[in-house]
């Protein structure tokens, strides 16, 4: 198993550009999570999804979309970047029940001229 | 709301054991976790503690709950150099699988 996978690993834009960031699970869960790490903020939720064709927002959403159109992706389009949007993204995808604990990708980080 | 706390930083010497130390504020969390970062790499859960538990013991690491001070800890034994990364102290509330994170203490482990 691959587990969860991210591509691309980085990638430099400039402003005003779209991009997407596309992320893999091969564990079968139903739930998925794009956040973004940011210096001395941790971790926030940009957006979740609970199942095949459902997305939701999270804590900071604005200038993001999502798409899951297939279980295993989750997909995060940038359509105009800005400066504020450089940051590691990282999906992560997890299962109900039990502990609920997340699995990790292993990070993108975007640069936004 | 739901905030969780954490020190920004800790450095200990090889062989000796690290605290590190977590509070929250959400007093219906029910799971608590703590996830491992390694330079460059993605989150990777470490261990979690149920929070009807107090006390969770898996090999070098101790998970301590203390429910009235909202404060979670995790003790590492016999720190090694490998260890050395940044902790996230999560905490699990909401009904859509929401975990919120704290931003992470750095662990540095002097040989």
């Known amino acids: 198993n691959a587990g ?24 079968n869960h139903e739930y998925m999570y794009w956040y973004r790490q940011d210096p001395g903020m941790g971790l926030r939720l940009i957006h979740y999804s609970v199942g095949e064709g459902t997305t939701a927002k999270g804590e900071v959403p604005d200038g993001y979309n999502v798409s899951r159109l297939k279980k295993q992706n989750f997909l995060l389009g940038l359509e105009s970047a800005a400066p504020s949007q450089t940051s590691v993204y990282f999906c992560a995808s997890g299962q109900a029940g039990g502990a609920d604990t997340q699995y990790f990708g292993p990070g993108t980080r975007l640069t936004v001229l | 709301g739901e905030d969780v706390e954490q020190s920004l930083f800790l450095s200990v010497r090889e062989g000796d054991s690290s605290v590190i ?8 969390s029910t799971y608590l976790y ?7 790499a993605g989150l990777q859960l470490l261990t979690y503690i149920f929070s ?6 898996d090999q070098r ?16 034994a016999d720190t090694q150099t490998g260890d050395s990364a940044i902790y ?14 704290g931003i992470g203490t750095k662990l540095q482990v002097i040989p």
Not at chain 1, 4 to 27: E, Y
Not at chain 2, 22 to 27: G, L, P, V, W
Request: aromatic residues 10%; charged residues 20%.
């Open chain 2, 21 to 28: 130390n977590c509070t929250y504020t959400d007093s219906s």
């Open chain 2, 52 to 57: 009807n538990m107090d006390m969770k013991q």
């Open chain 2, 88 to 101: 996230f102290c999560a905490e699990m509330t909401g009904g859509y699988q929401k975990v919120t994170f």
């Open chain 1, 4 to 27: 969860v996978t991210q591509t691309p690993k980085f990638r430099v834009l400039k402003t005003g550009q779209s991009m997407t960031l596309l992320c893999a699970q091969d564990m």
């Open chain 2, 61 to 76: 690491l101790t998970v301590l709950l203390n429910k009235k001070d909202k404060h979670l800890s995790l003790r590492i």
């Open chain 2, 34 to 40: 703590w996830y491992k970062q390694e330079p460059g």
